[in-house]
């Protein structure tokens, strides 16, 4: 069965970096494109950042654009969320996903990805 399996979540102050990692399992992983979404207590879960299957194309929320980035390594099937410059309102709990289709393009859309890790917690203290 497909596994996706995040790692690298904490506890960082302001101002710090943590850098997110998922491994995927029980599919091919460099046919799909991999988004990260991120759920605060209260609020619903929302787009991060998401990234094509050659890592040639990526795409990022406003609220992290120019502090996190999106990469992949599709020899180690794994997918990265670089997170810089972390602000308390990034605390959340950041799930990796991998889309439905090789031809998944609505990067943004929660419904575009079928396989979802089982999350890591951020937590960014002021």
């Known amino acids: 069965q497909v596994q996706l399996v995040e790692s690298g979540g904490g506890l960082v102050q302001a101002g710090g970096s943590l850098r997110l990692s998922c491994v995927v399992s029980?599919?091919?992983?460099?046919?799909?494109?991999m988004g990260w979404f991120r759920q605060a207590p209260g609020k619903e879960r929302e787009f991060v950042a998401a990234?094509?299957?050659?890592?040639?194309?990526?795409d990022y929320a406003d609220s992290v654009k120019g502090r996190f980035t999106i990469s992949r390594d599709n020899a180690k099937n794994t997918v990265y969320l670089q997170m810089n410059s972390l602000k308390p309102e990034d605390t959340a709990v950041y799930y990796c996903?991998?889309?439905?289709?090789?031809?998944?393009?609505?990067?943004?859309?929660?419904?575009?990805?079928?396989?979802w890790g089982q999350g890591t917690q951020v937590t960014v203290s002021s």
């Open positions: 029980g599919r091919t992983f460099s046919s799909y494109a």
């Open positions: 990234i094509s299957r050659s890592g040639g194309s990526t």
């Open positions: 996903a991998q889309a439905q289709t090789a031809y998944s393009t609505t990067w943004r859309s929660s419904s575009t990805y079928r396989y």
